[in-house]
């Protein structure tokens, strides 16, 4: 029998035609931070999750898909990364990830929200299993788009893992062509940036935009796609690389590769590595007849 829930989140997918009605199980902390709503919840179907002014944005049940989609095709198209700089991640998750490299020495993570960051290493440290923990991994809080600006640091690999280009939130800036150009310049040779890219059924135009971004500013752009059921869509990410093309690491180096890492993967292998890379045509056509490219004066903009 189905337990009566009277309690929801309403996720709004696109305000005010669509959205995701979330059975709450429980609410583990709700509150404001200087810089968004947080709402760290139980929901009945997909566990702990963790919302952003309303937005899901991880949930127990499916977030190693999405850290796992987000971080090991970058990781893996470089042939050997150690030092991996990571734009928001406050979860900790997208660390771990990285941290699972015996070739990574070196880990900046810059998320703008002190407060957020906490948060999640009380209430979620499934999430990170250790990684603020690691000697490797320096957090600087702070806004990713000035840090980028500001540093003079090398990396091999970028991580962006940022919330939705919503109006009005402070990651609108971390999603033009001027911001990829600052990543793309602190790439040493070889060098990969990947970003999450939104969804492809709630926000294929601002996913085609993203990807239009990243391929002004890198040489090889590739888009892609995992399946992330608790955002009810394929999810969205672009990979910039100034050196190999993700499509051309064999499954044997990936398989190798893999056995390499601390702990064991949900998702990631080199079969997910192909599939992930095949957009299905009804999507590809659709975000090809999309030529904007954002810019810092016009940037792409989410659905609230
Ligand atoms: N998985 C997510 C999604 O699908 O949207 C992203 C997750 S992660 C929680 C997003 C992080 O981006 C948050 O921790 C937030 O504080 C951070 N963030 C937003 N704007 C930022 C900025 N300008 N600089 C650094 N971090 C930022």
Redesign the pocket.
């Known amino acids: 029998m189905v337990e009566p829930t009277w309690r929801f989140i309403i996720e709004w997918m696109v305000l005010p035609h669509e959205g995701h009605m979330h059975g709450v199980k429980r609410v583990i902390y709700s509150g404001r931070t200087e810089?968004?709503q947080v709402d760290i919840v139980e929901t009945y179907l997909f566990g702990k999750c963790?919302f952003?002014d309303g937005?899901?944005?991880?949930s127990e049940h499916d977030e190693r898909i999405?850290?796992e989609a987000?971080v090991h095709p970058a990781m893996m198209t470089h042939p050997e990364p150690r030092r991996v700089l990571i734009?928001?991640?406050?979860?900790g998750a997208?660390a771990r990830e990285v941290l699972r490299y015996p070739s990574v020495e070196r880990v900046v993570m810059?998320?703008?929200?002190r407060e957020?960051?906490e948060l999640?290493k009380r209430y979620m440290p499934e999430w990170n299993q250790g990684a603020f923990d690691d000697p490797r991994l320096e957090l600087v809080i702070?806004?990713?788009?000035?840090?980028v600006e500001e540093t003079d640091e090398m990396f091999d690999v970028a991580i962006l893992?940022?919330?939705?280009p919503i109006p009005g939130?402070?990651?609108v800036?971390?999603y033009t062509r001027e911001f990829y150009g600052l990543v793309r310049r602190r790439l040493r040779s070889g060098g990969v940036a990947v970003t999450?890219a939104?969804s492809l059924r709630f926000s294929l135009e601002t996913f085609a935009k993203i990807r239009n971004a990243v391929a002004s500013a890198f040489p090889l752009a590739r888009s892609y796609t995992a399946p992330?059921i608790s955002?009810i869509s394929f999810?969205g990410f672009v990979l910039g690389s100034l050196g190999r093309d993700p499509l051309s690491v064999s499954g044997g180096e990936i398989r190798e590769r893999i056995a390499s890492l601390k702990g064991e993967l949900e998702f990631y292998n080199e079969d997910a590595h192909r599939l992930m890379f095949r957009i299905p045509k009804s999507i590809s056509e659709k975000a090809d007849r999309v030529s904007e490219v954002p810019t810092d004066t016009n940037p792409a903009f989410a659905p609230p």
């Open positions: 810089y968004q963790l952003l937005k899901l944005q991880s999405y850290h987000l734009v928001g991640g406050g979860e997208t810059v998320d703008i929200d957020l960051v999640c702070g806004d990713g788009r000035k840090y893992d940022l919330t939705d939130t402070p990651s800036l971390l999450q939104t992330v955002f999810w």
